[in-house]
């Protein structure tokens, strides 16, 4: 749903781990009647659909949410098992939404023996415009990195990848506006395992195996979506520029500029037509782990990585129900190293289609599955809340 690779991963699991809990009670008609729900709880009063707004509004207490990973870096599948809590927070004057609080606390494990666990909250205080995330964990990832060598052309390097990672995160808004101005500290112990008997090349440094990053940033952050799941209309800007130096207790000197911009828009009531921009650079000398990478679906993680990078992607959602919907979706990237140009650089597409079921109208929750590919890959995805979302 990261500034910093594996705690923007774990953020993307706790969401939609977090979203995807009424599609796992959905497996089973049976089971209100079974545990004793009151009737109507999983329909809708205004359509008598399968809803579960009323299921998140009105049970206090964590939710056992099992979930399902598709993501082709980490072997193509693998599950989720989480335990989390949803609370609604009340509007202030002069605010048209304020998202939930969110806390959750989850386990992972996929088909290439990759494993991760940890919790954390996102969490805000409307009335004095404060918002806050913090996640702690621990994993063992299993990836591969590519690169272009002398007389072989492109090729795949595998390692296993330990990690502790901790990440806290807080902003003010600028008076009442929806602009918020805040600090972020990350932290992360990484063990590097090749998985090749090859000697490594100069790509992966002896310094990278066994390390510490730690990067404290500052961003602004402008939110104007209607919705923190699904919006439907506004736009979001957030720029981060962070520094892993001594003093933040990091063994890298190096610098990082992330930024991205999500919009939405009604082309007509039934339309909904959303674009994304995203890009970073590094400056200075970062480990090869950390580098910028293309996230595209269809595309796997960490497949295409540079000091810079820079993407731009399209989502069309047509609402031909009000619970059904279809959307199609497409991109454009590069991943730069030092040496090369932007028109050097390989572009990198996406494309793909899928479709989304309002899950919990109050919420604005819907869920669905894309299936994606890109120029070397394909795969099929599910999409809970937006694909946009961290």
């Not at 979203?19 to 999983?42: C, N």
């Not at 030092?338 to 919990?360: H, K």
């Amino acid at each position: 749903m990261i500034h910093f690779r594996f705690s923007k991963c774990a953020w993307s699991l706790l969401i939609a781990s977090l979203l995807s809990a009424s599609a796992v009670i959905a497996q089973d008609s049976t089971a209100p009647k079974k545990k004793g729900y009151p009737e109507g709880m999983f329909k809708d009063t205004l359509d008598g659909k399968l809803d579960f707004s009323r299921f998140l509004l009105e049970m206090k207490g964590f939710l056992p949410i099992p979930m399902i990973i598709t993501e082709p870096a980490v072997g193509g599948f693998g599950g989720v098992l989480a335990l989390a809590f949803l609370s609604p927070k009340k509007v202030p004057p002069g605010k048209s939404y304020v998202a939930p609080d969110i806390t959750i606390g989850f386990g992972m494990y996929t088909a290439n023996n990759s494993w991760m666990a940890g919790g954390g909250r996102i969490g805000s205080f409307p009335k004095a415009g404060i918002k806050y995330r913090a996640f702690a964990g621990f994993g063992s990832l299993n990836l591969d990195f590519y690169r272009d060598l002398p007389q072989l052309g492109e090729k795949k390097f595998g390692f296993n990848i330990k990690a502790i990672p901790l990440l806290l995160s807080m902003s003010k808004s600028l008076g009442k506006s929806d602009v918020y101005l805040g600090l972020q500290y990350s932290l992360g112990k990484i063990d590097l395992t090749p998985k090749f008997l090859d000697q490594h090349p100069e790509y992966f440094p002896d310094k990278d195996f066994e390390s510490r990053v730690a990067q404290l940033a500052g961003f602004v952050d402008i939110d104007k979506h209607d919705n923190f799941f699904t919006p439907n209309k506004g736009y979001r800007v957030n720029v981060l520029f962070g520094a892993n130096d001594n003093w933040t207790g990091s063994d890298y000197e190096y610098q990082k500029l992330t930024s991205f911009v999500t919009g939405f828009y009604p082309i007509k009531k039934n339309w909904i037509s959303g674009i994304r921009f995203d890009a970073q650079h590094i400056f200075g000398k970062a480990p090869f782990y950390l580098l910028p990478s293309i996230d595209l679906r269809g595309v796997p993680k960490a497949r295409y990585q540079g000091v810079t990078t820079a993407l731009v992607e399209t989502e069309q959602r047509i609402d031909f129900k009000r619970r059904w919907s279809a959307v199609v979706f497409g991109g454009l990237g590069k991943a730069m190293m030092d040496n090369q140009s932007f028109g050097e650089a390989n572009l990198v597409y996406n494309y793909g289609t899928g479709f989304r079921y309002l899950l919990a109208r109050a919420f604005g929750i819907r869920a669905g599955i894309d299936v994606a590919g890109g120029p070397d890959s394909f795969g099929w995805y599910i999409v809970v809340g937006h694909n946009w979302t961290r």
